[in-house]
């Protein structure tokens, strides 16, 4: 964890990217076909080719959705990821753990960005459990239901809170999962 605190920390000013072109994969769940998925790179859709590989120009997060706009898959690329992105159920748990650490997604940590999920799914086993969860649910409905994965998301953010050692905080009420904004934050 030191090594994480360190990277966010050590992370700062601007950085040129000029335009890097990401080389991405997608894992197509079993059962469904890759016409019946949608790749987005922030708000732009993106081609994806009959071997389920596509390109981005942009490190925007990216979102997989089946076609009647439910989740499968979700990611964050960051520079080490140009060659090899790949979205699947590893992926989209340390984004659900990034997300919990918002101040690591800021453009000057793109080249970082790598260098810290390598670190979250050495250290915080907890990711390793979301990441199951998430195969699962996705093995049985072809897509994400956040619900089925509350018990997750919150070990996953108490086990960062307290490895990291931020706010003692309340995450869970009535057995839902709570936002930075319903905490006040």
Sequence with gaps: MVLLITL???CSGDVDLGN?????????PKGIDSSA??????LDKVVLNPDKKFTITDSKIVIVNDL???????????????????LNSKETALSFALKELPWVLLPENFKY???IKDVLYKEVSSIHDLEDK???????????KLQNLNDEI?????????????????????EQILTRDELGF
Excluded: H, W
Aim: aromatic residues 14%; proline residues 3%.
């Design 134 to 144: 998430i195969q699962k649910t996705i093995d049985q409905f072809g897509y994400i």
């Design 68 to 86: 009647d706009n439910r989740l499968i898959y979700l990611g964050f690329p960051g520079l080490e990821d140009l060659n090899g992105f790949r």
């Design 37 to 42: 998925i949608i790749v987005f790179n922030g």
């Design 154 to 174: 919150i070990k996953v953010r108490e086990d960062l809170s307290s490895s990291l050692g931020y706010a003692n905080y309340s995450l869970v009420e009535n």
């Design 113 to 115: 960005i790598k260098q």
């Design 8 to 10: 966010i920390y050590g």
């Design 20 to 28: 890097p072109r990401f080389n991405a994969s997608v894992d197509i």
